[in-house]
């Protein structure tokens, strides 16, 4: 039988025992047979806004003589709890259950945190389990930066780029931008993207609108993982000086000449400091409306054109007005134009015959003034082509000037090349209100009066005449060695009857 000391020793060291399991790792309850185990984090260098996870091993010994179940595992630093998992379930006999447990931190530094287990064994006894879990959590690096500007002074209504830099060697991915302010609205405030290369940079721009003027702070914040797959965020804070909203805007326009045809070239120019949004271009003329334009909207400091053609536009004076929207209200500018259709002054060839002349061809008809003002330094002329060769007398003609709506005759000639020329250029030249115009037309030979045939051979047989010309009896040009023979048959058929009058006279008597 032991000695009193024996025993004493012994209970002292059965005392201390249970006195390590209960404060120490990887002790049990004092009234039960369950203990942690360990407890680890994953990541040895846990960054700030990383996912860390603290790996926690419950187990329940082989001495135990019931199962145990676990009602709830949090995570603590201090007396405030970053991450619960209840219910993670029972535990046999010699069984043990692995749990994560993950946070985050947005503060670099040392962390003292405690697992805490909660339970109760199948005899009913309840168990309370703490254990000491201790990490360096480091800054985020300084990678990657943002930076906020606005291209220029901000208004109530702004444009602010945010510039997203990855200083890294290597890429980035998963990025979700985002930017917001307590006195500001921000259109589609959230934007991602799939990777940024290392030493590259991208810029993102938002539409803002401010509450009023004033100082007004704005926070872009950049979510993103790293090379690692590690989740990382950094934030941007910058305070805007905000002006008030000014409108500005002018409104230009002009009558723009070109190829026979008139517009009106308008210009909205934004001389303010918010944009010009639902933008509408109306054109009146004595106060009716004759043509409108949808235009887009007109950022801070830039311009906008559009032209209407003349199809849409009277003479006289049309009034312009450009309708938009800035800061919240409905503005209008206008500006007058005094528009002439190029429809004033303009000759047209009508009235065209093709007849033949010798080898050639003769064109006649008349250059026709359909405009509403006198076209001066009228001239017509064959173009001279591969088929088509201008030849004199009147290769061209010379119209002079045109009263509006009258006309002046003209004549051509030319010679045609083959049978299958069906259509002689000539060239239209005149001046107008104070414009020199010139144009083509195509006179189509088949369309033409006069049925005279295409080639060189429609004159054959006959003789020529001038353009425009009777000729003499019925004959194109005036022959004078014809003409003198034919007098001369003329007297002597003359002479003869008077000479057969007179013998008849002198053989009565």
């Known amino acids: 039988m032991p000695d009193r000391s024996s025993l004493t020793v012994l209970a002292l060291i059965v005392a201390l025992t249970a006195s390590t399991l209960t404060l120490g790792a990887g002790v049990a309850a004092a009234d039960s047979q369950v203990a942690i185990q360990s407890a680890t984090v994953d990541s040895e260098t846990p960054r700030v806004g990383e996912d860390v996870t603290v790996r926690t091993t419950i187990r329940n010994f082989e001495s135990a003589t019931t199962a145990a179940r676990i009602n709830q595992v949090s995570l603590r630093q201090g007396t405030r709890t970053l991450t619960t998992s209840k219910d993670p379930g029972t535990i046999g006999t010699g069984g ?9 931190f947005d503060s670099p530094g040392r962390k003292q945190l405690t697992v805490h287990v909660y339970g109760v064994s199948a005899d009913g006894n309840v168990f309370n389990l703490e254990y000491p879990v201790s990490m360096t959590v480091n800054d985020h690096g300084g990678d990657v930066q943002l930076s906020l500007e606005t291209p220029t002074d901000p208004s109530t209504e702004s444009r ?18 985002t930017l917001s302010g307590p006195n500001a609205t921000v259109e589609d405030a959230s934007r991602v993207n799939a990777s940024l290369l290392g030493g590259r940079e991208r810029v993102v721009g938002y539409d803002v609108t401010f509450d009023g003027a004033g100082r007004h702070p704005l926070t872009a914040t950049l979510g993103y993982r790293d090379p690692n797959g590690n989740r990382d965020t950094v934030t941007e804070t910058r305070t805007f000086v905000v002006d008030p909203a000014r409108v500005d805007a002018e409104l230009d326009a002009e009558v723009v000449r070109e190829n026979d045809t008139a517009r009106i070239d308008t210009s909205l120019t ?114 001279g082509t591969d088929r088509v060769t201008p030849v004199s007398p ?29 259509a002689v250029p000539v060239r239209i030249s005149y001046i107008a209100d104070g414009r020199e115009y010139s144009r083509v037309v195509e006179v189509d030979l088949a369309d033409a009066g006069g049925g005279a045939p295409a080639g060189p051979q429609a004159g054959r047989g006959e003789p020529d005449g001038p353009p425009g010309g009777g000729g003499f009896l019925g004959v194109g040009r005036i022959d004078v060695v014809g003409l003198l023979l034919r007098l001369a048959a003329v007297l002597a058929v003359g002479a003869g009857v008077i000479y057969w009058w007179r013998r008849r006279g002198d053989d009565e008597q």
């Open 394 to 422: 009147a290769k061209d003609y010379f119209v002079g000037n045109v009263p509006a709506g009258e006309f002046t005759s003209f004549e051509l000639t030319a010679r045609l090349a083959g049978n299958r020329t069906d």
């Open 96 to 104: 043990s259950i692995e749990l994560p447990l993950t946070t985050t």
């Open 270 to 383: 934004n001389f303010g400091n918010v944009p010009l949004e639902g933008v509408r271009l109306r054109a009146e003329s004595d106060g009716e409306t004759v043509a409108r334009k949808l235009v887009g909207d007109v950022g801070i400091e830039s311009t906008r054109d559009v032209s209407i053609g003349e199809s849409s536009l009277p003479a006289g004076e049309v009034t312009l007005h450009a309708v938009y929207e800035a800061a919240g209200d409905t503005h209008e500018t206008a500006t007058v134009v005094d528009f002439a259709p190029t429809t004033d002054g303009r000759i047209t060839l009508t009235g065209i015959e093709v007849l033949p002349a010798g080898g050639s061809i003769r064109l006649a008809g008349s250059a026709s003034n359909t405009g509403e003002t006198t076209v001066t330094g009228a001239v017509v002329s064959v173009v």
């Open 160 to 177: 602010v780029n945010v510039t997203v830099a990855n200083g890294a060697a290597t890429n980035v991915s998963n990025l979700r931008l």
